[in-house]
């Protein structure tokens, strides 16, 4: 499975970035995959993730009414709708996926394969 990132650039705080995380390989049809990011010097945090097979979402409580996943079954890709965004959001956005029922959605371990990252960053 190769997972690839895309749609991170330079906003101004209070503006939108969508991100896309495109699968390729195999066909998800259970599992979850979701977005972690990473500021420099610190570790990778969970932001917020999806199962593919019934679409329940999950989100980190700093992002909770701002972001929004989603996924396109037809498309084997999730997106990140990020509104309001927050100079605190700068850091680099990474994609993981799973094609197993995950023990955890908000563990980096369970995620088995993970996309290069796209950096996001809100100016103040």
């Known amino acids: 499975v190769q997972l690839q990132a895309s749609g991170g650039g330079l906003v101004q705080a209070g503006g939108s970035l969508r991100l896309s995380c495109a699968a390729s390989g195999r066909t998800f049809s259970s599992g979850a995959m979701g977005w972690f990011r990473q500021a420099p010097g610190k570790e990778r945090d969970f932001v917020a993730a999806i199962s593919w097979t019934y679409g329940r979402a999950y989100y980190a409580d700093s992002v909770k009414a701002r972001f929004t996943i989603s996924r396109d079954n037809a498309k084997n890709t999730v997106y990140l709708q990020m509104n309001s965004l927050k100079p605190e959001d700068t850091a680099v956005y990474y994609c993981?996926?799973?094609?197993?029922?995950?023990?955890?959605?908000?563990?980096?371990?369970?995620?088995?394969?993970w996309g290069q990252g796209t950096l996001v960053t809100v100016s103040s």
């Open positions: 993981g996926a799973t094609m197993r029922a995950p023990w955890s959605y908000t563990q980096t371990a369970t995620y088995g394969y």
